[in-house]
């Protein structure tokens, strides 16, 4: 299992290429004695690096996803003179590229899934926990792949056996409550059989039994929201369920990292810290052996810097997602750490009469006011820009390993952590219990790593009721996780998306400095229709090619 993040990411990039996918009418696996594949350890590790492709694709976590998921109060598309990631402005349709790659890439890796468990052989295995283990990583990543999946589609086939041929293309879509449960199915049997991230044998970057109770968490919190509302799934109430895995969390002995700011600068620089990150996706960059097989993440939404000079070994941020003013007004005055490493309101710059770069404060609509949290490069004051340009060299580069590219970074992307936990724990309790001492601990926790004081001094008025207490998780959720890809999500199912696309709308025309000339910052808020986009269209290219999958109404 150690080889896999060493030699599996460059069986990463040939696997997802030659993985097959429901959309294409390949040769049955079968011809690739799929049946023998999984017989030792080299194979398992190959097998597993395939499927972590599929999150570590440039479609999905490697850029898309977090484009995709901008478009809300938190974030909004920057660029005014291109349309590129409709999604991101509401004016996608089921031909938008983006679309059909996010289905195609989740697709191929739930089909890589199906595959390793339906021939992963137990009786290869001494010990029958290593092969629960590796069965139990499977099923999580299939169930990962499933939830988000659902999260954007709501129905969508449940493909449960490896593709075949063409015919296996004919799947009608599962209910969302249908696909919820077997989300769950698999994700409760790994909480059962993966390892723990404090086992002695555990080697970070797989899927671990604190990350898969912090997935059902969020699954059942899923299935109490939007679309389903439901009151039971699996035989209990969504909020119990949900409080319940948060509660498994805790008590495998996770504890918030000390610092906010140092939470990202490991991921920065491919450090593993399995007390606050139950789950990442890892990314080494590989421009040293020739090969691109890392993200983009600090490159598309990382802070500004404007290279007029050769851009060889340099931590180019050439940004897509800028933050919404509203980061300006919604942190406390204690909370200017976090506030600082999310959106620093400073950008960079190189030329030929600065060769070595220049620092300079932007406000919130002005060009270059991007995002801090997964910055490539610093500022050698960050929090005084005169005394960083007194300096021979004012910026800091802070990713590693090196050499720098361009655009392709190294840098780890967190889908599951300790601080968003917390976060469902004091929702779920919330709406079972309202604010219970227990779910204010829990928020204070996060609010105290901050710097903030506990609500019951700082803000007594939301621990009055519990609705009361909801509006602050909800605006907590927005602090501690803004451009992580979890809010269009969480206002969705919340049923708050329209309400707080107007809240960016008003944030942007009431900002000092304004102009009709920067209405094209609310595209979002403009097109967005309830009717349509709260959930994706089907690929054009699916319902063409699957017999029983009819667009959705709205779409059609």
Same mark, same amino acid.
């Given at each position: 299992m150690?080889?896999?993040?060493?030699?599996?990411?460059?069986?990463?990039?040939?696997?997802?290429?030659?993985?097959?996918?429901?959309?294409?009418?390949?040769?049955?696996?079968?011809?690739?004695?799929?049946?023998?594949?999984?017989?030792?350890?080299?194979?398992?590790?190959a097998?597993?690096?395939?499927i972590?492709?599929?999150?570590?694709?440039?479609?999905?976590?490697?850029?898309?996803?977090?484009?995709?998921?901008?478009?809300?109060?938190?974030?909004?598309?920057?660029?005014s003179?291109?349309?590129?990631?409709?999604?991101?402005?509401?004016?996608?349709?089921?031909?938008?590229?983006?679309?059909?790659?996010?289905?195609?890439?989740?697709?191929?890796?739930i089909?890589?899934?199906?595959?390793?468990?339906?021939?992963?052989?137990?009786?290869?295995?001494?010990e029958?926990?290593?092969?629960?283990?590796?069965?139990?990583?499977?099923?999580?990543?299939?169930?990962?792949?499933?939830?988000?999946?659902?999260?954007?589609?709501?129905?969508?086939?449940?493909?449960?056996?490896?593709t075949?041929?063409?015919?296996?293309?004919h799947?009608?879509?599962s209910?969302?409550?249908?696909?919820?449960?077997?989300?769950? !199915?698999? =994700? &409760?049997f *790994?909480?059962?059989? #993966?390892?723990?991230?404090?086992?002695?044998? +555990? $080697?970070?970057?797989?899927? %671990?039994?604190?990350?898969?109770?912090?997935?059902?968490?969020?699954?059942?919190?899923?299935?109490?929201?939007?679309?389903?509302q439901?009151?039971?799934?699996?035989?209990i109430?969504?909020?119990?369920?949900?409080?319940?895995?948060c !509660?498994? =969390? &805790?008590? *495998?002995?996770?504890? #918030?990292?000390?610092?906010?700011?140092?939470? +990202? $600068?490991?991921?920065?620089? %491919?450090?593993?810290?399995?007390?606050?990150?139950?789950?990442?996706v890892?990314?080494?960059?590989?421009t040293?052996?020739?090969?691109?097989?890392?993200?983009?993440?600090?490159?598309?939404?990382?802070?500004?810097?404007?290279?007029?000079?050769?851009?060889?070994?340099?931590?180019?941020?050439?940004?897509?997602?800028?933050?919404?003013?509203?980061?300006?007004?919604?942190?406390?005055?204690?909370?200017?750490?976090?506030?600082?490493w999310n959106?620093?309101?400073?950008?960079?710059?190189?030329?030929a009469?600065?060769?070595?770069?220049?620092?300079?404060?932007?406000?919130?609509?002005?060009?270059?006011?991007?995002?801090?949290?997964?910055?490539?490069?610093?500022?050698?004051?960050?929090?005084?820009?005169?005394?960083?340009n007194?300096?021979?060299?004012?910026?800091?580069?802070?990713?590693?390993?090196?050499?720098?590219?361009?655009?392709?970074?190294?840098?780890?992307?967190?889908?599951?952590?300790?601080?968003?936990?917390?976060?469902m724990?004091?929702?779920?309790?919330?709406?079972?219990?309202?604010?219970?001492?227990?779910?204010?601990?829990?928020?204070?926790?996060?609010?105290?790593?901050?710097?903030?004081?506990?609500?019951a001094?700082?803000?007594?008025?939301?621990?009055?009721?519990?609705?009361?207490?909801?509006?602050?998780?909800?605006?907590?959720?927005?602090?501690?996780?803004?451009?992580?890809?979890h809010?269009?999500?969480?206002?969705?199912r919340?049923?708050?998306?329209?309400?707080?696309?107007?809240?960016?709308?008003?944030?942007i025309?009431?900002?000092?400095?304004?102009?009709?000339?920067?209405?094209?910052?609310?595209?979002?808020?403009?097109?967005?229709?309830?009717?349509?986009?709260?959930?994706?269209?089907?690929?054009?290219?699916?319902?063409?090619?699957?017999?029983?999958?009819?667009?959705?109404?709205?779409?059609?």
């Amino acid at each position: 299992m150690k080889t896999i993040y060493s030699i599996g990411l460059l069986l990463t990039c040939l696997l997802a290429i030659t993985s097959c996918s429901d959309q294409l009418d390949l040769q049955p696996e079968t011809t690739w004695a799929v049946d023998e594949f999984y017989g030792n350890e080299t194979d398992i590790n190959a097998a597993l690096a395939g499927i972590h492709s599929s999150l570590s694709s440039y479609n999905t976590f490697g850029m898309q996803f977090q484009r995709m998921s901008s478009g809300t109060d938190e974030s909004y598309k920057l660029k005014s003179w291109n349309e590129v990631t409709p999604t991101s402005i509401m004016i996608h349709n089921p031909s938008t590229e983006e679309i059909r790659m996010l289905y195609q890439n989740l697709y191929s890796g739930i089909n890589n899934c199906n595959n390793f468990i339906k021939y992963i052989n137990p009786d290869k295995f001494e010990e029958v926990a290593d092969y629960n283990n590796f069965l139990g990583e499977a099923k999580f990543l299939r169930g990962l792949m499933y939830y988000y999946l659902t999260i954007w589609f709501n129905e969508v086939p449940l493909r449960l056996e490896p593709t075949k041929d063409q015919s296996s293309n004919h799947m009608a879509p599962s209910s969302v409550e249908d696909v919820y449960q077997q989300i769950i !199915d698999d =994700v &409760t049997f *790994a909480t059962a059989n #993966l390892r723990s991230p404090f086992d002695g044998d +555990f $080697v970070a970057g797989h899927a %671990n039994s604190s990350a898969a109770h912090a997935l059902l968490a969020k699954v059942y919190l899923k299935a109490a929201g939007y679309p389903l509302q439901a009151t039971e799934i699996n035989g209990i109430n969504p909020y119990q369920g949900a409080k319940n895995h948060c !509660d498994s =969390v &805790t008590t *495998a002995g996770h504890v #918030l990292n000390g610092n906010y700011k140092d939470v +990202f $600068v490991n991921y920065i620089q %491919n450090r593993f810290d399995l007390n606050e990150t139950l789950f990442e996706v890892c990314y080494r960059n590989g421009t040293d052996l020739g090969i691109n097989i890392g993200g983009r993440t600090g490159s598309f939404n990382g802070l500004f810097i404007n290279i007029k000079i050769s851009k060889v070994g340099q931590p180019v941020a050439s940004p897509e997602i800028t933050p919404s003013p509203i980061h300006e007004y919604i942190y406390e005055e204690k909370d200017s750490l976090r506030q600082h490493w999310n959106v620093p309101g400073y950008g960079g710059g190189k030329g030929a009469w600065m060769g070595n770069g220049q620092v300079n404060p932007i406000s919130p609509l002005g060009w270059g006011y991007t995002i801090g949290k997964f910055r490539r490069w610093d500022a050698a004051y960050p929090w005084d820009l005169e005394k960083t340009n007194a300096q021979l060299n004012p910026i800091i580069t802070l990713e590693t390993p090196e050499p720098i590219n361009e655009h392709i970074t190294g840098i780890n992307f967190p889908l599951l952590r300790y601080s968003d936990v917390l976060l469902m724990y004091a929702e779920a309790t919330n709406e079972l219990s309202g604010p219970t001492a227990d779910a204010i601990a829990a928020i204070d926790a996060v609010r105290g790593r901050a710097g903030c004081d506990p609500l019951a001094v700082a803000k007594p008025e939301a621990l009055a009721s519990p609705d009361a207490f909801f509006d602050e998780i909800v605006d907590e959720r927005f602090r501690e996780l803004c451009f992580e890809s979890h809010r269009k999500h969480d206002l969705i199912r919340w049923n708050l998306l329209e309400d707080k696309l107007e809240e960016l709308y008003e944030s942007i025309i009431y900002e000092p400095g304004y102009t009709p000339a920067e209405a094209y910052k609310f595209r979002c808020y403009d097109n967005f229709d309830a009717s349509k986009h709260l959930s994706l269209p089907y690929p054009e290219q699916e319902v063409l090619i699957n017999n029983l999958l009819e667009q959705k109404v709205e779409w059609q």
